[in-house]
C-alpha cells in the first residue's frame, strides 16, 4: 500500500512524560494523531534523534517550556501522509526531514507529527531513515552558527568545542566543506575520528589548555557554558568572533569580548526550510556524514536519553519508529 492510499489511524504512541525526572519518567501513551492545518505537513515519523536539549527539558524546569506533561522531540525523518491547505512543495508519499520549530514545536517521539511545510526538507537521497533524523537540529546549529552567524571564509581557522558531540561533529564537516582550518577539542580517545571527518588538528582538553595554547583564532563554536565561553576569548584574533551556543550567561560574555577587541554572539537554533536544503545537499555529496552513537526503538527512549546524559557519546542517538 503506498502512502496515498493509507488510512490513519486514530490514535498513535508516543513518549510522554507527566513529571519532570530521570528517564525513568518516560513512558509510552496513545495521543490522537494530529491534523495538519494551513500550510503545515503530516509526516509519519521513522525515526527521530535525540540532542542535550531532550534531557534538559525532561530533567528540569526553568527552560523554554511549561511543566509537563508534554512529548519531547525535535527532529523527524519520514513520509508526508497528509497537507494542509497551501501547501505546494511536498504531496503525501514524499519523504522529507527536518526539524521542527524549536522550542515549542517538540513532540517528534511519536508515530505522527504535524510542523509547518517550511520546517522540512526533502530527505537525502543517499541516508535512511536513522541517519537523516541524525542531521536537523544539531547539524541546522551548526550550519546557522558557522554560515549564517559568522559567515565563515576558506583559510580561516575554526575552534569548534566538544568537536566529537552532535553539534560538533556536523560543525567540523560544514567548516571543512568551506575551505575552513578546523581545530577540534575533545578526548584523546575521539582524535582519530574527527581527524577521518575532516579536522586538521585535535586538542585533548583534559591535558591541554586550550587557551593558553591557542591564538589567532577567527570563530569558536563553543556548546558548552558561559565560562568556556569567556576562556575562548582569549584564542580570538582581534575582531574575531565567538558563537556560544548557550543563553545564560551570554550577557557576561558579550561585555568581556568588548573589552578585548573581539565579538560574541549567543544562538539559538531556528526551523529552517533553507538551511535543511542546504544540509540535504552537503549530504548527498558526502561532505557531510551524520555519525550515529546509538539506535534504539522508540519504546527504549528512556535507555537512549540514560546514555546520551553519560556525555560520553559520539554522535548522535537515534529512536527509530516502527
Known amino acids: ?22 528517564p525513568e519518567v518516560l513512558h509510552e501513551v496513545k495521543v490522537p494523531v494530529p491534523q495538519p492545518g494551513p500550510s503545515e505537513l503530516l509526516v509519519r515519523v521513522r525515526a527521530t534523534a535525540l540532542n542535550p536539549t531532550d534531557w534538559a527539558h525532561r530533567a528540569r524546569a526553568g527552560l523554554f517550556l511549561p511543566a509537563p506533561p508534554y512529548i519531547l522531540g525535535w527532529d523527524v525523518s519520514g513520509e508526508v501522509v497528509a497537507t494542509g491547505v497551501g ?46 533524523a541524525a542531521i536537523p537540529l544539531a547539524a541546522l546549529t551548526a550550519y546557522q552558527a558557522l554560515v549564517d552567524t559568522a559567515n565563515v571564509e576558506a583559510g580561516q581557522r575554526v575552534l569548534i568545542h566538544a568537536a566529537a558531540g552532535g553539534v560538533g561533529h556536523f560543525a567540523v564537516q560544514i567548516a571543512k566543506a568551506r575551505g575552513a582550518y578546523v581545530i577540534g577539542t575533545a578526548s584523546a580517545a575521539n582524535h582519530e575520528f574527527l581527524r577521518s571527518i575532516g579536522a586538521d588538528e585535535v586538542l585533548d582538553y583534559r591535558t591541554t589548555d586550550f587557551a593558553e595554547t591557542l591564538r589567532d583564532i577567527d570563530i569558536v563554536i563553543d556548546p558548552i557554558d558561559a565560562d568556556h565561553a569567556l576562556r575562548s576569548l582569549r584564542t580570538l584574533r582581534p575582531g574575531g568572533l565567538l558563537v556560544t551556543l548557550r543563553a545564560l550567561g551570554a550577557d557576561h560574555v558579550k561585555t568581556a569580548a568588548e573589552k578585548l577587541g573581539v565579538r560574541a554572539a549567543v544562538m539559538l537554533v531556528e526551523a529552517d526550510h533553507t538551511g535543511m536544503n542546504a544540509l540535504r545537499e552537503l549530504a548527498e555529496t558526502g561532505a557531510l556524514r551524520p555519525t550515529l552513537a546509538g539506535v534504539f526503538p522508540l519504546a527504549e527512549a528512556a535507555a537512549a536519553h540514560a546514555l546520551g546524559e553519560t556525555r560520553h557519546t559520539v554522535g548522535k542517538l537515534v529512536l527509530t519508529v516502527d
Open 1 to 22: 500500500m503506498s502512502d496515498k492510499d493509507y488510512t490513519l489511524p486514530t490514535t498513535m504512541t508516543a513518549i510522554g512524560q507527566d513529571v519532570l525526572g530521570g
Open 87 to 132: 501547501v505546494t512543495l511536498f504531496e503525501p508519499g514524499d519523504e522529507v526531514f527536518g526539524m521542527l520549530p524549536y522550542p515549542h514545536g517538540h513532540g517528534a517521539a511519536a508515530e505522527f507529527v504535524t510542523a509547518p511545510a517550511r520546517s522540512f526538507a526533502r530527505k537525502p537521497a543517499n541516508l535512511g531513515h536513522p541517519e537523516a
